[in-house]
């Protein structure tokens, strides 16, 4: 199975600030990644697939970037509607493995 | 719109049974690949089996193979997880997952439902 580790596992942050949050697979997932985001006692929600395309009505100031087994979800503004956890999800081999998830709160 | 809605949680002892629904409406069934995602209290989200169009192919997570079983029943825009012999540690949230597929874009998880809560315990 591909395994999914992503960093930090958590960070405070202020409404305004720029958040980069990183995603690293064990093996190569080629473009294949996703990223949700959850908030709490709520389903997940589809935020970016293939690695940066942005889920209809997502916000543009979400982005994502990488290749093979280094990936990067960023939020450039942060608002308070952001504040989640977001999992990083690999696509390219069953299971589709998820990250661990890392939560973003109000510092 | 599209609605998953999961059906048939609920508390079950160590070694028992429970078959947990889903019914989809917004969108045409049958054209889609169904998952099964689940999520143990306060942990992160785990795959648990998935199932093609027609249901002629079928992917598990190793730790639910040989003791749970997915279905779906197309004339009824239903999915289904038969899970026997249940352990503690398959207390979770479980979620009904519509499955998207885009050529080169890879498959992504688009539609959730709320989750039904499944409890192992004596």
């Known amino acids: 199975d591909i395994q999914m580790t992503q960093s930090p596992s958590s960070l405070s942050a202020s409404v305004g600030d720029r958040v980069t949050i990183t995603c690293r697979a064990s093996?190569?997932?080629?473009?294949?990644l996703n990223w949700y985001q959850q908030k709490p006692g709520k389903a997940p929600k589809l935020l970016i697939y293939?690695?940066?395309t942005l889920q209809s009505g997502v916000p543009s100031r979400f982005s994502g970037g990488g290749s093979g087994t280094d990936f990067t979800l960023s939020i450039s503004r942060l608002q308070p509607e952001d504040f989640a956890t977001y999992y990083c999800?690999?696509?390219?081999?069953?299971?589709?493995?998820f990250g661990p998830g890392t939560k973003v709160d109000i510092k | 719109e599209v609605q998953l809605v999961e059906s048939g949680g609920g508390l079950v002892q160590p070694g028992g049974s429970l078959k947990l629904s889903c019914a989809a409406s917004?969108?045409?069934?049958?054209?889609?690949?169904m998952t099964w995602i689940r999520q143990a209290p306060g942990k992160g989200l785990e795959w648990v089996a998935n199932?093609?169009?027609?249901?002629?192919?079928?992917y598990y997570v190793d730790s639910v193979k040989g003791r749970f079983t997915i279905s779906r029943d197309n004339a009824k825009n239903s999915l289904y997880l038969q899970m026997n012999t249940l352990r503690a540690e398959d207390t979770a949230v479980f979620y009904c997952?519509?499955?998207?597929?885009?050529?080169?874009?890879?498959?992504?998880?688009?539609?959730w439902g709320q989750g039904t809560l499944v409890t192992v315990s004596s």
């Open positions: 997952v519509r499955l998207v597929s885009a050529p080169h874009l890879g498959d992504s998880l688009d539609y």
């Open positions: 917004g969108f045409t069934f049958k054209s889609y690949w």
């Open positions: 199932i093609k169009q027609d249901g002629s192919e079928k």
């Open positions: 093996r190569t997932v080629s473009s294949y």
């Open positions: 293939a690695v940066s």
């Open positions: 999800q690999q696509s390219s081999t069953v299971p589709f493995t």
